[in-house]
């Protein structure tokens, strides 16, 4: 049997990406207990990036990209899932270093699928997606630093991209007052009604800045890393927080320590590649219990397989806003 997958491959310093078909045996080389029939991916930056060959995202040759997958097991000798369950996968290196779900099948580890929140679709869990889970742990991160909504603004950069989008619909449903850094001004609609209150352009985070700024912010959840992320800190409040997960605008950190040991705050990075099995299904089921299902529709287009390349590019440019679901059935 042939599934239809995305495969990126780089011979000497020639790289293609192709649309092709490969059989079940292929898969199976694999390393996975656990075969699952995809219904959905979805298009993350990461994905992006290794689909347009702009980053060392992928480290092993040829790879099906896809970091997202949701879908139904239909072969499994694992002790974590059963044949018929409905499943999610979120990272654990696939795109990077193990086949990921840009395919109609999948061969993975048991042990890395979590159950789909019974309320929530599959095509609405690939529109969250290793995005919004991302989003999740951070909101949890500040919730658990003890930030209220009491203490002031909370800063989301990337505010039009997957991350951000599902970061303010949460701190929206929670009570907080969202500040949006955004460098698509045009695009204020879009975040009002997601449930942003302020706005700031993100080009005002850009160049390096003074270590100490205005306090601003009681807690911030940044994906763009360098000179942002240094100028964020130097802005929040006395004993705020900063979350850290992404490097949109690089991975260099030109910071001083002085916002950390003047005003007592913390930075925290979150990772969601690597998170525990238990940690995952919690911040799935706080997503399930808070997103509102009209909302999550508005933040998504659904696209085929055929039609990645072409949206990763646009992604990698910056031209789109929200989230793009992969229908693997299209």
């Not at 959905?40 to 040759?61: C, E, F, H, M």
């Not at 996968?89 to 270093?97: D, I, P, S, Y």
């Not at 006395?238 to 005003?263: E, K, N, Q, S």
């Not at 919690?282 to 909302?295: T, V």
């Amino acid at each position: 049997m042939l599934c239809k997958a995305i495969v990126l491959e780089k011979n000497s310093d020639a790289f293609s990406c192709h649309i092709r078909n490969i059989s079940e045996a292929t898969l199976r080389q694999q390393p996975g207990d656990t075969l699952i029939q995809v219904q959905y991916s979805s298009l993350n930056y990461k994905d992006a990036l290794a689909i347009t060959n702009s980053g060392p995202v992928v480290r092993q040759w040829p790879m099906v990209p896809g970091i997202d997958g949701v879908g139904t097991v239909i072969q499994t000798n694992s002790n974590h899932v059963q044949i018929g369950d409905s499943v999610i996968l979120n990272g654990w290196g696939c795109g990077e270093t193990h086949w990921g779900c840009l395919s109609q099948q999948a061969h993975l580890k048991g042990e890395w699928l979590i159950p789909l929140p019974k309320e929530l679709s599959p095509k609405q869990a690939m529109i969250i997606g290793t995005a919004g889970y991302t989003a999740a742990l951070c909101v949890q991160r500040i919730i658990e630093y003890g930030i209220t909504p009491e203490h002031g603004e909370i800063l989301v950069t990337g505010a039009t991209g997957g991350v951000g989008s599902v970061a303010i619909m949460l701190l929206n449903q929670l009570g907080y007052s969202i500040t949006a850094a955004t460098s698509k001004i045009n695009h204020t609609d879009y975040l009002q009604q997601l449930g942003v209150h302020h706005f700031i352009d993100s080009q005002t985070l850009f160049s390096a800045g003074k270590p100490l700024q205005k306090e601003q912010w009681a807690a911030a959840i940044d994906v763009l890393g360098s000179h942002p992320l240094a100028n964020i800190c130097a802005q929040t409040q006395y004993g705020g927080i900063v979350t850290t997960c992404g490097l949109a605008h690089g991975m260099d950190f030109p910071a001083t320590v002085a916002p950390f040991i003047l005003r007592g705050i913390t930075l925290a990075g979150i990772d969601s590649v690597m998170a525990s099995r238990a940690k995952r299904i919690a911040a799935w089921e706080f997503l399930a219990k808070l997103l509102n299902p009209e909302q999550l529709e508005h933040i998504a287009q659904t696209i085929s397989l055929d039609q990645c390349p072409d949206i990763a590019k646009q992604i990698i440019n910056g031209n789109i806003k929200g989230r793009f679901i992969v229908d693997l059935n299209q």
